[in-house]
Each structure stands twice: as C-alpha cells, then as structure tokens.
C-alpha cells in the first residue's frame, strides 16, 4: 500500500518569511496530493491539491510542487501569518476511484508555528 | 453547500460500553471513509464503503463495524470500549469515479473513561 513520509514534523518560521514542508510517497500510481490544514479538534481542511499532470500550482499565498520522479511534493507558504499556524497534513491517493478503494493516506503532519 | 454531517459532536464512555456514530454524506456522493486520529496523531484510515458495500479496510480493530445504509448514510459501531478509543473520528465522503477529492466532515470527538 502507499507509504506517505513528511517533514519537518515541526516547524518555526518568523512571520512574513516563507514556510516549506515536504513529503515523498511510495506508490507510483498516485496520481492526486491534497494539502490539509487542522485546527485543534477541527477537520483536516483542503487547502490545495495537485494532480500528476502538473508540476506545480498557486493560490494566492499557497503553491505545490510535484516531482513525480523522485516522488516528491512539496508545500510552500510565503508571507506567512499568524493565522497559518495550524498542523499541515500532505496526502496521496488515487483518483478517480473505482469502487470506492482509493483512500486517502496521510502523511504524519507538521506543527507550523508562525511567531510574530 | 451542504457538508458531511456527522454525529454526535461528542461522546462520553464508560469502558467497555459501546457507541455508535453517524455520517450522512454530501448528496450524490457514494463513497464513505472512516478516519481515526488520535491526540497529536495523522488520521488512519479504518473503513470505506462504495454503494452500500465495503470497499476497503484499514487498521479497525475487530470490535468495531460499519456499514453504509441504502440512503447512503454510514454507521462506525464500536463495541467494548477500551480507552485507547478516546479519539476524533472522522468521515469523508466523495463521489466514485469523479476526479473530485474528499469532503470531511466535523468529526465525533470520542472520550472513553
């Protein structure tokens, strides 16, 4: 099954300056890396994923970089805030699935703390 | 937009009692997961459910069962509680065959004591 390792497992950036998390997966055949955000005693929040036909993707503040060779991916934060602590989850399945058999597998989080 | 709902919020029990939770997917969608995440832990995986039948198993003990319902909603039952089921337990619900990802829900914050 698909093995998912992430890095730091935690992490202390000053604010403004940029945040970096990165984690590899086994399973060739993953196609789709989703990132989590969670809040203490909250859900895992989607806030970006990439597809293995891209090798990288932005949103505002919030980019992903896949290296599908090496079986990597990573996240970046720039600008970071106070807000953006929180524990970051990455995470590797297959999509689509077919008959409900392609979970999601985590990889065991980074404690990101943005110090003012 | 309607969200996984899941219920309870919380639950409080005695060892070796037993509890049910409950998730009710986003409509349309065919496809539960059942996570487990304990205290400072990623969420593991425990079950799945595709059209009403079991599609995957994780690491669930074997005091523990579920099953998906024809209206689509899924029950996790935990029976002989032991403390180390104190956790939150998460449900996510997709739609198979779409290239879209998961939706989670709230969670049930299980404390067993």
């Known amino acids: 099954g698909e093995n998912v390792e992430q890095h730091p497992s935690t992490l202390s950036v000053q604010e403004g300056d940029s945040a970096v998390i990165k984690c590899t997966y086994s399973?060739?055949?993953?196609?789709?890396f989703p990132w989590y955000k969670q809040e203490l005693g909250k859900r895992p929040q989607l806030i970006i994923d990439?597809?293995?036909?891209?090798g990288e993707k932005k949103d505002q503040r919030i980019a992903v970089t896949l290296n599908k060779t090496a079986k990597h991916f990573s996240l970046h934060i720039t600008e970071t805030q106070p807000e953006d602590s929180a524990v970051y989850f990455c995470?590797?399945?297959?999509?689509?699935?077919?008959?409900?058999?392609?979970?999601?597998?985590f990889g065991t989080g980074t404690r990101l703390t943005i110090i003012p | 937009a309607a969200g996984v709902i899941q219920s309870p919020r919380h639950l409080i029990k005695e060892k070796r009692e037993t509890a049910t939770l409950k998730c009710y997917p986003i409509?349309?969608?065919?496809?539960v997961y059942w996570y487990q995440q304990g205290p400072g832990q990623d969420p593991q995986f425990l079950i799945s459910?595709?059209?009403?039948?079991?599609?995957d198993k994780g690491s669930i003990p074997d005091r523990f069962s579920a099953q998906q319902f024809s209206d689509y909603h899924s029950e996790l039952n935990m029976s002989s509680l032991e403390l180390g089921d104190s956790a939150l337990y998460f449900c996510?619900?997709?739609?198979?065959?779409?290239?879209?990802?998961?939706?989670f829900g709230s969670g049930t914050r299980l404390t067993v004591v």
């Open positions: 996510a619900s997709r739609e198979d065959s779409s290239n879209y990802g998961y939706t």
């Open positions: 399973d060739s055949a993953s196609n789709y």
């Open positions: 990439i597809r293995s036909n891209v």
């Open positions: 995470a590797a399945s297959t999509l689509p699935a077919n008959f409900g058999n392609e979970k999601l597998t």
């Open positions: 409509p349309r969608h065919d496809t």
């Open positions: 459910f595709y059209e009403k039948m079991q599609s």
